[in-house]
């Protein structure tokens, strides 16, 4: 049981560039979150999938899309890295169920730099 | 919305010394409190929950709804408690946490 992995751990782009980062979960929780994690800003909801087929935006949505491919699986695309983007990634994930204090569990990270 | 506050960023203790890390909550409602913790280099992790009311490695906090707060709190403070501690908050339902800024604690020996 490996609970929440996230890929790759580390990733330098340029300016302009693209990529996707990965994260599976092995708990068969219905919710998904990606966060990013800046010193002095704490954490900040990028986007969420409460369930598999759904995603919403959270607090700083811009310069971002998801994918939920299935119950497992919540990816996070970059279509044009920005310096701005630089930071900690962390994906969670959580049973889901309302009203039970669900915790989330959250994946090693993944350290992203644009240049 | 929901906001959390956590109005140290930094807090230095010597071992062996009480410890309490604020955090404060802005929300009408009856909401799902929570503390995490990361380790150096290490991911998030739960550290306690309100709904709980448990002592996790001698932390406690107590949800006090009149003052709109959930302090963790910890007698003697050692090495290893050095860490990031994050506040969070979920208000009654299936939505997503909502965390402070975090307060970096360090024990000094």
């Known amino acids: 049981n490996a609970g929440v992995t996230q890929t790759p751990k580390f990733q330098v782009l340029k300016t302009g560039q693209s990529m996707t980062l990965q994260c599976a979960q092995d708990?068969?929780?219905?919710?998904m979150y990606w966060y990013r994690q800046d010193p002095g800003m704490g954490l900040r909801l990028i986007y969420y999938s409460a369930s598999e087929g759904t995603t919403d935006k959270g607090e700083v949505p811009n310069g971002y899309n998801v994918s939920r491919l299935n119950k497992r699986e919540f990816s996070l695309r970059l279509e044009s890295a920005a310096p701005s983007q630089t930071s900690v990634y962390f994906c969670?994930?959580?049973?889901?169920?309302?009203?039970?204090?669900?915790?989330?569990?959250f994946g090693p990270g993944t350290r992203l730099t644009v240049l | 919305a929901q906001r959390v506050t956590q109005p140290e960023k930094l807090l230095s203790v010597f071992k062996g010394a009480p410890v309490e890390l604020k955090c404060n909550y802005s929300y009408s409602g009856s909401p799902e409190l929570f503390w995490y913790v990361q380790y150096s280099r290490q991911r998030l992790q739960l550290l306690l929950r309100?709904?709980s009311r448990e002592s996790i490695k001698g932390f406690t906090a107590d949800l006090n709804k009149g003052e709109t707060s959930f302090h963790l709190k910890k007698p003697f403070a050692q090495e290893e408690d050095s860490a990031m501690y994050y506040c969070a908050l979920r208000v009654m339902g299936n939505t997503p946490l909502v965390f402070g800024k975090g307060t970096r604690l360090s024990v000094i020996a």
């Open positions: 969670a994930s959580s049973p889901g169920a309302s009203g039970s204090h669900n915790e989330q569990f």
């Open positions: 708990m068969n929780h219905n919710s």
């Open positions: 309100h709904i």
